[in-house]
């Protein structure tokens, strides 16, 4: 199996190189509204902005950077198939202007606008990102009355244009067959609130891109790719960044378009995708090892499993994980100027062990 990746450094507001209705899957993380390191961004795309900042009329210059947004929410919703799934991960965010602190929910404005292009809501997630930093809280301090709530967690908006899809011929099933995720992920990844992802060491040293990339961490990406698509899909990322839609894409055997505005992120993109190989296949042969050590304790409790993937020679708890076949990652090689394809094996490709943290929420420096 083969899939490509496409990187088109333009504004996403208007995605005239993607055809209306050929996207699988969009997941992405917007410049947040009203988080200040994105202020000028928003102020390029709408001077309006930088005018009500200046005139710290927080609510008008909320109400205008989502105005931005939109578009690319708008043109989303046209290249999405029917059935085909959108992910945003938002966060909320809280500032004083005109002495007046308040939260600027994000979440919400960027749902109801989704609502009303026809978009249906699925459950969100809810990604919490504690912090034991004794700072996190805002306002008074011990006294009450004036002290703030602190904000520990993101939104992952989960919609779909339409109804659910259908997997109808026999290759098309036996596609889903092989794209399923083990009982156990199962359980952690369709939980509405996620804990056990970890932000990512924001500092770049790239001079040429931005001090704090706001990437988030490939796992993010991985397990939505994984739960909301399958193998030979098309994945989108509008707000490309540093390119990690891109390297969930590339694990997980799904082909990939990103579309990331600021060109001077093309060596670190590219530069993460070359690291790929190694990282995918170190990450895939743990999730079967992973596997085969939680099946080892479910034995002790329960005696002789009733299912067994044959192509891992592995037990598994349930029928729907007999097929599963991952995607190794055999070879990259860049076909053309912002085009990369991947062959893909399913022989297990196997690495040796090091700390799947380390490599699977790593930013290159
Ligand atoms: C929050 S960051 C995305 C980070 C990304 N998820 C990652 O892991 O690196 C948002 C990105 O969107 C880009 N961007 C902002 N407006 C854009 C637009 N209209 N079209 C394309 N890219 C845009 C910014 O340059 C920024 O890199």
Redesign the pocket.
């Given at each position: 199996m083969k899939t490509t990746h496409k990187i088109i450094y333009?504004?996403?507001?208007e995605m005239k190189e993607i055809k209306s209705e050929s996207i699988d899957l969009m997941i992405?993380?917007?410049?947040?509204p009203m988080i200040q390191m994105w202020d000028e961004?928003f102020s390029l795309?709408n001077p309006e902005i930088a005018n009500a900042l200046k005139e710290e009329d927080g609510q008008r210059a909320f109400e205008l950077m989502h105005k931005?947004l939109d578009k690319?929410w708008k043109e989303v919703y046209r290249v999405l198939k029917f059935g085909g799934i959108a992910c945003i991960?938002i966060g909320d965010a809280t500032r004083s202007l005109n002495a007046k602190f308040q939260i600027y929910m994000s979440h919400a404005r960027i749902l109801n606008y989704c609502l009303s292009l026809g978009f249906n809501a699925l459950p969100e997630i809810l990604w919490i990102k504690e912090t034991n930093k004794p700072d996190k809280f805002m306002g008074s301090g011990m006294l009450p009355v004036g002290a703030y709530v602190s904000l520990e967690h993101e939104h992952i908006l989960i919609l779909r244009k339409e109804n659910k899809r259908e997997f109808k011929n026999p290759e098309e099933i036996l596609n889903r067959q092989k794209s399923a995720f083990f009982w156990e992920e199962r359980n952690i990844w369709f939980s509405d609130k996620w804990k056990d992802i970890n932000g990512v060491f924001q500092k770049l040293n790239y001079v040429k891109v931005r001090e704090r990339?706001?990437?988030?961490p490939i796992e993010l990406t991985y397990r939505l790719i994984s739960m909301f698509s399958v193998q030979g899909d098309t994945i989108l990322?509008?707000?490309?960044?540093?390119?990690?839609?891109t390297l969930g894409a590339i694990a997980s055997g799904r082909n990939s378009i990103g579309?990331?505005?600021?060109a001077n992120?093309k060596e670190i993109i590219e530069e993460r995708i070359k690291e790929m190989k190694e990282i995918a296949n170190l990450y895939i042969s743990e999730r079967i090892e992973k596997h085969r050590e939680f099946m080892k304790k479910i034995a002790e409790i329960k005696g002789e499993p009733k299912y067994w993937n044959k192509n891992y020679n592995l037990p598994v708890v349930s029928l729907q994980e007999t097929k599963i076949l991952f995607p190794f990652v055999e070879k990259i090689v860049k076909i053309h100027e912002d085009l990369f394809q991947i062959d893909h094996t399913t022989e297990v490709l196997k690495y040796p062990q090091q700390s799947r943290l380390s490599f699977f929420h790593k930013i290159p420096s």
């Amino acid at each position: 199996m083969k899939t490509t990746h496409k990187i088109i450094y333009d504004d996403a507001r208007e995605m005239k190189e993607i055809k209306s209705e050929s996207i699988d899957l969009m997941i992405t993380s917007p410049p947040y509204p009203m988080i200040q390191m994105w202020d000028e961004m928003f102020s390029l795309q709408n001077p309006e902005i930088a005018n009500a900042l200046k005139e710290e009329d927080g609510q008008r210059a909320f109400e205008l950077m989502h105005k931005e947004l939109d578009k690319v929410w708008k043109e989303v919703y046209r290249v999405l198939k029917f059935g085909g799934i959108a992910c945003i991960n938002i966060g909320d965010a809280t500032r004083s202007l005109n002495a007046k602190f308040q939260i600027y929910m994000s979440h919400a404005r960027i749902l109801n606008y989704c609502l009303s292009l026809g978009f249906n809501a699925l459950p969100e997630i809810l990604w919490i990102k504690e912090t034991n930093k004794p700072d996190k809280f805002m306002g008074s301090g011990m006294l009450p009355v004036g002290a703030y709530v602190s904000l520990e967690h993101e939104h992952i908006l989960i919609l779909r244009k339409e109804n659910k899809r259908e997997f109808k011929n026999p290759e098309e099933i036996l596609n889903r067959q092989k794209s399923a995720f083990f009982w156990e992920e199962r359980n952690i990844w369709f939980s509405d609130k996620w804990k056990d992802i970890n932000g990512v060491f924001q500092k770049l040293n790239y001079v040429k891109v931005r001090e704090r990339s706001a990437a988030y961490p490939i796992e993010l990406t991985y397990r939505l790719i994984s739960m909301f698509s399958v193998q030979g899909d098309t994945i989108l990322d509008p707000y490309l960044g540093t390119g990690t839609t891109t390297l969930g894409a590339i694990a997980s055997g799904r082909n990939s378009i990103g579309y990331e505005i600021d060109a001077n992120f093309k060596e670190i993109i590219e530069e993460r995708i070359k690291e790929m190989k190694e990282i995918a296949n170190l990450y895939i042969s743990e999730r079967i090892e992973k596997h085969r050590e939680f099946m080892k304790k479910i034995a002790e409790i329960k005696g002789e499993p009733k299912y067994w993937n044959k192509n891992y020679n592995l037990p598994v708890v349930s029928l729907q994980e007999t097929k599963i076949l991952f995607p190794f990652v055999e070879k990259i090689v860049k076909i053309h100027e912002d085009l990369f394809q991947i062959d893909h094996t399913t022989e297990v490709l196997k690495y040796p062990q090091q700390s799947r943290l380390s490599f699977f929420h790593k930013i290159p420096s």
